[in-house]
């Protein structure tokens, strides 16, 4: 059985940071580009960041790029999200993600998900 599983998320004033992290059962992480999406309330889940199966290259979305930043240690099977500048627009529950591609960008494009991690950014 697969599972991802989202640990970091909390709460923090604007300008804080926080690292996410989401470790793996049941799935060799690296076979897999991973990626991280966030849904906020009453809108649509987006994409936030991924990196290739090798961390060999990493997209973000416009509103990630600059402040963060997503990693890997495949021999520990888990994914990392560190989170700068935190904005309140920020706010949502961020879900790890092992995506069909390194190109992946919608959730259509995800093969198996994380339960997902609250966080909140105060203004």
């Known amino acids: 059985q697969v599972q991802l599983v989202e640990s970091g998320g909390g709460s923090v004033p604007a300008g804080g940071s926080l690292r996410l992290s989401c470790a793996a059962s049941?799935?060799?992480?690296?076979?897999?580009?991973m990626g991280w999406f966030r849904q906020a309330p009453g809108r649509e889940r987006e994409f936030v960041a991924v990196i290739a199966r090798g961390a060999t290259s990493t997209y973000y979305a416009d509103s990630a790029k600059g402040r963060f930043t997503i990693s890997r240690d495949n021999a520990k099977n888990t994914i990392y999200l560190e989170m700068n500048s935190l904005k309140p627009e920020d706010t949502a529950v961020y879900y790890c993600a092992a995506t069909r591609t390194v190109m992946a960008r919608i959730p259509d494009d995800v093969r198996y998900w994380g339960r997902g991690a609250q966080v909140t950014v105060s203004s």
């Open positions: 049941g799935i060799t992480l690296s076979g897999y580009p």
